[in-house]
């Protein structure tokens, strides 16, 4: 079975600290990506990594960045977080076909 | 634009009863199309997938969807609904064929709620 992990499961920060979001996934996917989840607008892509040092942007990237060092690692860095970055955060990798994701990190920024 | 639009927010249905919830989307080349399940605290699961061929898909835990190209839809259809069943579903789309990187599109997400 494949399987996405992610660092926490919840995550209280105070506005303006640093934050790493952590994912490993253990199937040698090249395609890594991260979401953000919030009700009523579904998922929306951050970031993408298609290879190791390979980044793309998502759909809304602003206040986001990333970083993949190791094939199965793929990091969500918030600079500065602020509290409009309160969300449900969900990493996935890929095979061809077929996304899987992790059980996501609930992130607060007070 | 591609989009996917899932226009019921909140269904409730009883237990045994069927089910379908509806997606449509725009997408200018050949869709690859997805229904995910989102249990409460969980990550997405994946109940099926149409790239080609046969329109009517079947997928895991007794769901199935169909294709229908004339009218941009991929509605999910469950005969029986089990109360294990109530969570979260979203539609997804992605590019097909050549352009497929992999990148999908997802709809707001119908929460499925079930009555004893």
């Known amino acids: 079975d494949v399987k996405v992990t992610q660092s926490s499961r919840y995550l209280v920060k105070r506005t303006g600290e640093k934050v790493f979001l952590e994912c490993v996934q253990d199937?040698?996917?090249?395609?890594m990506f991260w979401y953000r989840q919030d009700p009523g607008l579904g998922l929306r892509l951050i970031y993408f990594?298609?290879?190791?040092?390979?980044?793309e942007k998502g759909d809304i990237p602003e206040g986001y960045s990333v970083s993949r060092e190791k094939k199965e690692r793929f990091s969500l860095i918030l600079e500065s977080a602020s509290t409009n970055q309160t969300s449900m955060y969900l990493c996935?990798?890929?095979?061809?076909?077929?996304?899987?994701f992790g059980p996501g990190t609930r992130l607060t920024v007070t | 634009a591609q989009s996917v639009t899932q226009p019921d927010i909140h269904i409730t249905v009883s237990e045994g009863a069927s089910l379908e919830l509806r997606c449509n989307y725009s997408?200018?080349?050949?869709?690859?199309l997805f229904w995910y399940v989102q249990s409460p605290g969980q990550g997405l699961q994946l109940l099926l997938k149409?790239?080609?061929?046969?329109?009517l898909v079947q997928g895991i835990k007794g769901f199935e969807a169909e294709f229908k190209r004339s009218q941009s839809s991929f509605n999910l259809r469950k005969p029986s609904v089990h109360w294990s069943d109530a969570a979260e579903y979203f539609c997804?789309?992605?590019?097909?064929?050549?352009?497929?990187?992999?990148?999908?599109?997802f709809g707001q997400g119908t929460t499925l709620q079930v009555k004893p």
């Open positions: 149409y790239f080609s061929g046969d329109t």
């Open positions: 997804a789309v992605g590019a097909g064929g050549s352009g497929n990187t992999g990148k999908l599109i």
């Open positions: 997408y200018g080349a050949t869709p690859y």
């Open positions: 990594s298609y290879d190791v040092k390979m980044k």
């Open positions: 199937m040698d996917h090249e395609n």
């Open positions: 996935a990798s890929r095979t061809r076909y077929e996304q899987y």
